[in-house]
Every structure is written in C-alpha cells, then in structure tokens.
C-alpha cells in the first residue's frame, strides 16, 4: 500500500531554517511528481511546491518563493523541503503528496500524516 | 490566482438525509479541448490528513462510497452525499487544478444534526 512519512517538523525561531523529509512506500517513486502542501492551525490548504519526475520543473508558491526550496532523491524514495528564513506566518502542518498520473490530473491521490511547523520566539 | 469560494461555511444534516456542499471558482475550469473540469474534492477528517474523494468533476476515486457523488460544470460545482452517516462528519474542501497557483477552497465543515 502506499505510505507517505514526513519528518524534520519543529520549533524553530524566526529567521530560522529547517528540512523536512518524505519517505515514500508501495509505489514507484520515481514515476510521480510530489508535492508540498500546508495547512495553517484552523486553516484551509495551500499548494506550495511541486516536483516532477527527474527535478526537471519545480513550481513553488508565491508565498515561499526564493525561501523554499524542494527537492527530491528516487534512489531513496525520498522527498524534501528545505525552508529558509522562516516566519511566523509559515506555522503549519506540513503534507508530502502524491500528484496523480496523468496528463493533467494535478490533483492529490496521498497524503502523509504531515509534519508540524512552529516558527515562534 | 483562480479564487474558489465554497458554501455554506458550516452545515449540520440528519443522519441518512441529503447533504449539498458548493463550490464556485472565478473562472471556468473547463478545459474545452477535453471537456474536462479540472475540480477535485477532498474530505479531512480531525487529525487525519484530506483523502481524495473526487476528481475531474464528478470521477469517484476508488474506494469512496458511492453515496459520495459530484456533479457542474464550468464554474460551479457540486459535492452531494446521500445518507448521511456518521462517519461522514468532516471538512471538506474543493481544489481546482486547471492553472497554477492550484487553489483551495475554504472548507465546509459539516456535522450531525
């Protein structure tokens, strides 16, 4: 069965960095692109970074451009986020993804259980 | 940015009645060349992360009840669950994947009356 873990959440001060990681299970990794997704406390969802096959296209949201950066190694089935310069506004619960096959389908057939983020003094 | 507005915010339903759940976006998701909308639905249950439940519009992902349906077109859109049950109880949220920034709805929380 497919199986998403992320890792690497915490506390962190503003101004900060921190990597999450996403293994990934049940399916071959290096045939999807992956995603990034965010959910503030009590918030909706925001899309904030994917990744294709191979690395070649990356999209990231407005909102982390230039602070966020994902990455991914099929040798190891693994997926990652690397987040710089961290605000308070980037607190959220944090879903590695799995995008559909596809043309097109850009909608998320798995999630993990997510990974918190806390960026507080 | 396509900006997609769900209603109501909040529902409370009968168990095995009929629950109706909206969502509009501001600009068409069809994508005329395939006839496709490009509208997902996905349902977060507390402390679980959102699971899948429809795509393209009105496509029931494998393993969803088929008491879950989806139905529109264009800008407006639909989630019907008939026979509310309990385990129904949720949040749910509509994505459209036509243009990025891929963008979310607020959620419609819905509940047992």
């Known amino acids: 069965q497919v199986q998403l873990v992320e890792s690497g959440g915490g506390l962190v001060k503003p101004g900060g960095s921190l990597r999450l990681s996403c293994v990934a299970s049940g399916f071959t990794f290096s045939d999807f692109y992956m995603t990034w997704v965010r959910q503030a406390p009590g918030k909706g969802l925001e899309w904030i970074s994917y990744i294709s096959t191979s690395g070649t296209v990356i999209y990231s949201a407005e909102s982390v451009k230039g602070r966020f950066a994902i990455s991914r190694d099929d040798a190891k089935s693994s997926l990652y986020l690397q987040m710089n310069s961290l605000r308070a506004e980037d607190t959220a619960v944090y879903y590695c993804?799995?995008?559909?096959?596809?043309?097109?389908?850009?909608?998320?057939?798995?999630w993990g259980q997510g990974a918190l983020v806390t960026v507080s003094s | 940015d396509i900006v997609m507005t769900q209603s109501p915010d909040s529902l409370a339903v009968s168990l095995g009645e009929r629950a109706t759940i909206n969502c509009k976006s501001s600009q068409s998701v069809l994508y005329y060349s395939n006839s496709k909308n490009y509208l997902a639905w996905y349902q977060q249950k507390p402390g679980q992360p959102p699971k899948l439940l429809i795509y393209w519009a009105s496509t029931r992902e494998s393993g969803v009840p088929d008491r879950f349906s989806g139905s529109g077109s264009g800008t407006d859109f639909t989630l019907t669950i008939s026979g509310l049950q309990a385990e129904d109880v949720a949040i749910y949220y509509c994505?459209?994947?036509?243009?990025?920034?891929?963008?979310f709805g607020r959620g419609t929380r819905l509940e047992i009356k």
């Open positions: 994505q459209q994947y036509y243009s990025t920034p891929y963008t």
């Open positions: 993804a799995r995008v559909a096959a596809g043309t097109g389908s850009w909608f998320l057939d798995y």
